[in-house]
């Protein structure tokens, strides 16, 4: 399974309180969340505002893509959400 990242800017969702953002999975797009508070538990986000959920997604977007091409390799899913109790599994067990 191939999975790659492009390098877009992820869309908020003040009503989902998401941050959405694109993968291909053998050549096929696939929509990807995580969820605010995955970003305050474990990326550093102040506050699940707009600006404060895009700084952590930034600054830590290699640590959430690795995250993210896990779930995706274990689930074969068509979309996913990375919420912060996965992301807490995934770095107590996977993470480099």
Sequence with gaps: MQIIFPNETPAYSG????????AMVDGERVECM????????HY?????RLEDMIG????????????????????SAQC??????????YEANWRN
């Design 15 to 22: 009503r989902e309180l998401t941050l959405a953002f694109p």
């Design 44 to 48: 550093g986000a102040a506050s699940y």
């Design 34 to 41: 995580i969820t605010a508070e995955a970003l305050e538990d």
């Design 80 to 89: 996913l959400v990375l919420r912060s109790g996965y992301v807490r599994f």
């Design 56 to 75: 952590a997604f930034a600054a830590h977007r290699a640590r959430i893509e690795a995250a993210t091409r896990r779930l995706l390799s274990e689930t």
